[in-house]
């Protein structure tokens, strides 16, 4: 009910509007989108709430309805005659919620397209920004409402109220009940048969909220800094086996739509290089089964341990008065204490400062 209040347009297709201005990994120019700038693109806006799981519709009982996962599988249906037949790859792509739910329908998709007869798609999935971790919250509060509530909370309440459904060959490797692992990353993307691109930051704005860390105008406190820390090393962890992944160590929230993707480098690396050179890797394998491409990187991850230790990262903005910080701006009002952190590396304070402006 807070969200019909607060997010109608996440809840309704009623108030949309009638078109929108492609950006990102949608816009059709070349130098904004280099490798897909004139591929064939649909967006389906998200107004179901489920994670685009859901499979309930509106009853006596549930006044809202809940259909992420049939509205996916309707839209291939009619996109089947405008012309989908007909292609050689279809990549699945989505952003926050989207993200989980490319991991939640990417096998479904390429299971409906086979049963339609169109086994010569290959389907893929891209996943920004919805790999979640369902782990500690910094401080656990009780569930009374979406902010608040932890994640799994959220999923295994929400789960049952849109009847969720989630893949069957993630399905077995859980009890019972217990389906609400396969909305966690790094829980179903060991059962997924398509493949599929991780784009996700290190520091994740939403799962910091949900965990309770809130990084508004007072110095971040030492607990939480070291709890942010953890978060990125954990995070950086689950991803140590996925084959193709972008994981930049900046505190931000979605990437592929934003104007700035094609700026943001990991290891000299932007993303959209790297989806190139996975495209090509997927393209070469299909072919000979040779290795990956040479010179050509699809798994990188920042090693660098803090947020914002990559020059490339996004602007950061001070929430109160809307100012641009650089880097050590930024650690400052984090609360971050140079002398202490130069010592635990065993640097000179001057060093450090150095070492952290031009982002080594």
Same mark, same amino acid.
């Given at each position: 009910?807070?969200?019909? +209040?607060?997010? $109608?347009?996440?809840?309704?297709?009623?108030?949309?509007?009638?078109?929108?201005?492609? %950006?990102?990994?949608?816009?059709?120019?070349?130098?904004?989108?280099?490798?897909?700038?004139?591929?064939?693109?649909?967006?389906?806006?998200?107004?179901?709430? @489920?994670?685009?799981?859901?499979?309930?519709?509106?009853?006596?009982?549930?006044?809202?309805? &809940?259909?992420?996962?049939?509205?996916?599988?309707?839209?291939?249906?009619?996109?089947?005659?405008?012309?989908?037949?007909?292609? *050689?790859?279809?990549?699945?792509?989505?952003?926050?919620?989207?993200?989980?739910?490319?991991?939640?329908?990417? +096998?479904?998709?390429?299971?409906?397209?086979?049963?339609?007869?169109?086994?010569?798609?290959?389907? $893929?999935?891209?996943? +920004?920004?919805?790999?979640?971790?369902?782990?500690?919250?910094?401080?656990?509060? #009780? /569930?009374? @409402? %979406?902010? %608040? /509530?932890?994640?799994?909370?959220?999923?295994?309440?929400?789960?049952?109220?849109?009847?969720?459904?989630?893949?069957?060959?993630?399905?077995?490797?859980?009890?019972?009940?217990?389906?609400?692992?396969?909305?966690?990353?790094?829980?179903?993307?060991?059962?997924?048969?398509?493949?599929?691109?991780? =784009?996700?930051?290190?520091?994740?704005?939403?799962?910091?909220? !949900?965990?309770?860390?809130?990084?508004?105008?007072?110095?971040?406190?030492?607990?939480?800094?070291?709890?942010?820390?953890?978060?990125?090393?954990?995070?950086?962890?689950?991803?140590? #086996? =996925?084959?193709?992944?972008?994981?930049?160590?900046?505190?931000?929230?979605?990437?592929?739509?934003?104007?700035?993707?094609?700026?943001?480098? !990991?290891?000299?690396?932007?993303?959209?290089?790297?989806?190139? /050179?996975? #495209?090509?890797?997927?393209?070469?394998?299909?072919?000979?089964? *040779?290795?990956?491409?040479?010179?050509?990187?699809?798994?990188?991850? @920042?090693?660098?341990?803090?947020?914002?230790?990559?020059?490339? /990262?996004? %602007?950061?903005? +001070?929430?109160?008065?809307?100012?641009?910080?650089?880097?050590?701006?930024?650690?400052?009002?984090?609360? &971050? @204490?140079?002398?202490?952190?130069?010592?635990?590396?065993?640097?000179?304070?001057?060093?450090?400062?150095?070492?952290?402006?031009?982002?080594?």
């Amino acid at each position: 009910d807070s969200r019909y +209040d607060t997010m $109608r347009r996440l809840m309704s297709s009623k108030e949309w509007p009638a078109t929108r201005v492609g %950006t990102g990994i949608l816009s059709s120019q070349p130098e904004e989108n280099p490798h897909w700038w004139n591929a064939n693109m649909v967006f389906i806006p998200y107004c179901s709430s @489920d994670v685009w799981s859901g499979a309930s519709s509106k009853s006596e009982k549930n006044e809202y309805a &809940f259909m992420g996962a049939l509205i996916i599988q309707e839209v291939i249906k009619e996109l089947v005659g405008k012309g989908l037949s007909t292609a *050689k790859v279809l990549l699945l792509a989505g952003s926050s919620a989207g993200g989980t739910g490319v991991l939640l329908n990417v +096998d479904r998709v390429a299971e409906q397209l086979e049963e339609m007869g169109y086994q010569g798609i290959q389907v $893929r999935g891209l996943a +920004d920004s919805g790999w979640f971790l369902d782990n500690k919250q910094y401080r656990r509060t #009780d /569930c009374i @409402d %979406t902010i %608040t /509530c932890a994640p799994t909370e959220a999923i295994r309440r929400g789960i049952r109220y849109w009847n969720g459904i989630v893949p069957e060959r993630c399905k077995l490797q859980f009890k019972e009940g217990e389906e609400w692992n396969c909305f966690f990353g790094y829980k179903i993307y060991p059962t997924l048969r398509c493949p599929v691109f991780v =784009v996700q930051w290190l520091f994740d704005e939403a799962q910091l909220t !949900v965990d309770n860390v809130h990084l508004t105008g007072q110095p971040v406190q030492e607990g939480q800094w070291l709890y942010i820390q953890n978060l990125g090393r954990e995070l950086r962890n689950t991803l140590k #086996d =996925v084959t193709a992944s972008f994981a930049p160590a900046c505190l931000s929230h979605e990437i592929i739509t934003r104007n700035h993707w094609t700026d943001i480098q !990991v290891k000299g690396t932007s993303l959209p290089r790297a989806l190139h /050179c996975w #495209d090509r890797s997927l393209h070469e394998s299909n072919k000979n089964g *040779k290795a990956p491409l040479k010179g050509c990187p699809i798994h990188l991850i @920042d090693s660098c341990p803090w947020p914002h230790c990559n020059p490339s /990262c996004p %602007t950061i903005r +001070d929430q109160f008065t809307g100012q641009e910080m650089n880097v050590i701006q930024f650690l400052m009002h984090m609360g &971050f @204490d140079v002398q202490k952190m130069a010592q635990q590396q065993g640097l000179e304070p001057s060093k450090l400062l150095g070492m952290l402006s031009s982002g080594n």
